[in-house]
């Protein structure tokens, strides 16, 4: 499929489906760009436990209470950087848990520990 085949059908889109496919579109070509050119990337991320911190600390900030809301936080942080896939979503939740600053009950509520912004 070329480009102008695409543009078309694209401008059949409603304008919700235009952003939504404008933001998928970015979301691959920087995840392409950081596969293609990795060195830059590693070095402005955080990773490890700086990555863990940094989540928690905005998420302190956000409070969100219910687990979807978390995850959907945790995306919004990452959607410049290319996205972050479910699977690490779902890591770092589980991170935050093992550390005991978040727990997450059968009804799907967040709590945040009582030492809040202490990370």
Known sequence: ????????????LSYRDKFRLAQLLIQ????????????????????????TNYVY????KLKPSKKSTLLNAIGAMFQFQGGISDFDKDQIVHKL????HISIDQNNRVVFASNGANV
């Open 28 to 51: 691959l070509g920087r995840k392409e760009e950081e596969e293609q050119y990795p060195e830059a990337r590693k070095a402005a991320a955080p990773s490890g436990e700086d990555l």
């Open 57 to 60: 600390e905005r998420l302190v």
């Open 97 to 100: 848990q093992k550390l005991g």
């Open 1 to 12: 499929m070329t480009y102008d085949e695409i543009a078309k059908l694209a401008e059949e």
